[in-house]
């Protein structure tokens, strides 16, 4: 259990399984009308994700507060700003920026700076509320004509979610729409071949544009020109 105390107090002994947090200007950071009182969700979110052990963790801990609906990325991105001395702000402050934009997830923002920006997809529209075939859905991601759908799932979860999503891919295929659904290896492990492959289906689709290689060596996307 960890306990938030003013940065100037001095503790005789503290408790075997507690972890003392020194903080500044304590007062402003805590809920008193709670029993018992704790830190403010935002203070809370944010420590919890600066003790993630990877990006990815991180993400998925910011993604998970603002998708609670009890705090929001411009909340958390302020709170950040009050914090004098916090390692990676600038990356933190530009994964806020971009679940403020709407990636509302870990795999969501990472196929958005991963596969995405870049590699010079069009910039895509993100949580669109649909009604294919009368039944209403939020698409994760829309390039145009062409939608993505991101399954984070890594163990399968009942028949009937599954069948539901299938049904969905189905109706938007049936509406011209081709939907292309990807997983934690296309968007983490293989990002470049990913741009690519989607690259040909939105030039299948109306993208009159050409994908740009990332950063990455040997990024696949160097080769579309002769592949495409």
Same mark, same amino acid.
């Given at each position: 259990?960890?306990?938030?105390?003013s940065?100037?107090? *001095?503790?005789?002994?503290?408790?075997?399984?507690?972890?003392?947090?020194?903080?500044? *200007?304590?007062?402003?950071?805590?809920?008193?009308?709670?029993?018992?009182?704790?830190?403010?969700y935002?203070?809370?979110v944010?420590?919890?994700?600066?003790?993630?052990?990877d990006?990815?963790?991180?993400?998925?801990?910011?993604?998970?507060?603002?998708?609670?609906?009890?705090?929001?990325?411009?909340?958390?991105?302020?709170?950040l700003?009050?914090?004098?001395?916090?390692?990676?702000?600038?990356w933190l402050q530009?994964?806020l920026?971009?679940?403020?934009d709407?990636t509302h997830s870990?795999l969501?923002?990472g196929?958005?700076?991963?596969?995405?920006?870049?590699?010079?997809?069009?910039?895509a529209?993100?949580?669109v509320l649909?009604?294919?075939?009368?039944?209403?859905?939020?698409?994760?991601?829309?390039?145009?004509?062409?939608?993505?759908?991101?399954?984070?799932?890594?163990? *399968?979860?009942?028949?009937?979610r599954?069948?539901?999503d299938?049904?969905?891919?189905?109706?938007?295929?049936?509406?011209?729409r081709p939907?292309?659904?990807?997983?934690?290896?296309?968007?983490?492990?293989?990002?470049?071949?990913?741009?690519?492959?989607?690259?040909?289906?939105l030039?299948?689709?109306?993208w009159?544009?050409?994908?740009l290689?990332?950063?990455a060596?040997?990024?696949?996307?160097?080769?579309?020109?002769a592949t495409?």
């Amino acid at each position: 259990m960890r306990v938030a105390v003013s940065r100037g107090r *001095h503790l005789k002994a503290v408790p075997a399984g507690i972890v003392i947090e020194r903080r500044v *200007h304590l007062d402003g950071l805590v809920e008193w009308n709670r029993s018992p009182p704790r830190l403010r969700y935002d203070e809370a979110v944010l420590d919890v994700a600066l003790d993630a052990t990877d990006e990815v963790e991180t993400v998925a801990v910011l993604a998970a507060g603002c998708a609670s609906r009890r705090t929001t990325a411009h909340r958390l991105a302020a709170a950040l700003a009050a914090r004098s001395r916090v390692a990676g702000r600038r990356w933190l402050q530009a994964v806020l920026r971009d679940i403020a934009d709407g990636t509302h997830s870990v795999l969501e923002h990472g196929y958005l700076t991963r596969v995405e920006r870049p590699h010079g997809l069009p910039r895509a529209r993100r949580q669109v509320l649909s009604k294919d075939a009368g039944r209403a859905a939020y698409r994760d991601v829309e390039h145009g004509r062409v939608i993505v759908e991101l399954d984070g799932r890594i163990y *399968h979860e009942s028949s009937a979610r599954r069948d539901a999503d299938l049904e969905r891919d189905l109706d938007v295929l049936a509406a011209g729409r081709p939907t292309a659904r990807l997983g934690w290896g296309q968007v983490f492990r293989r990002p470049c071949s990913t741009a690519v492959t989607l690259a040909r289906l939105l030039r299948l689709n109306g993208w009159d544009g050409v994908p740009l290689p990332c950063e990455a060596p040997g990024c696949a996307v160097r080769s579309f020109g002769a592949t495409a």
